[in-house]
């Protein structure tokens, strides 16, 4: 299962991978609670769960109950572009339970820990290329 952790304080959101064992401790919990960063292995943090994907690509819904994948009649949100006032569409999503049909799921931090998140991930991080040296870069090729 992915995870990807989003970071409002730095403005950066993490993608990682978590095992089958890992991904248990997350099935029954559901959109807006608040989960420990320890299952995650970042100790002191917690995170909120705020959505996710289903294995076929289909989003979660924090107003629809369950774990099951239905078709609602929806004025706007995931997956819905308005073409007019009053227009509705169906949409099939996923409930707003974690099960394991969820491929992943996306956190926001509330509380930070010690450490940052890429360090205790072990995400290296590349650094910014600056504006002037694409250019120079796109010029010589």
Known sequence: M???????????????????TKSKLLYG????????????????????????????????????????????LISSGAGV???????????????????DRIAQINVVVTAHGEKGIAETLGIVEKPKEKKNEIAEASKAS
Not at 89 to 95: F, L, N
Request: cysteine-free.
């Open 2 to 20: 992915k995870i990807v952790i989003a970071d409002p304080k730095l403005g950066k959101a993490y993608q990682t991978e978590i095992d089958e």
């Open 29 to 72: 919990k559901k959109i807006a609670e608040e989960i420990e960063g320890t299952l995650l292995g970042l100790h002191g943090y917690k995170l909120k769960v705020t959505g996710g994907t289903d294995k076929d690509g289909f989003p979660m819904r924090g107003d629809v109950h369950g774990t099951e994948r239905i078709r609602i």
């Open 81 to 99: 572009r308005k073409r007019g006032k009053g227009e509705r569409v169906k949409k099939t999503v996923r409930g707003n339970t974690i099960s």
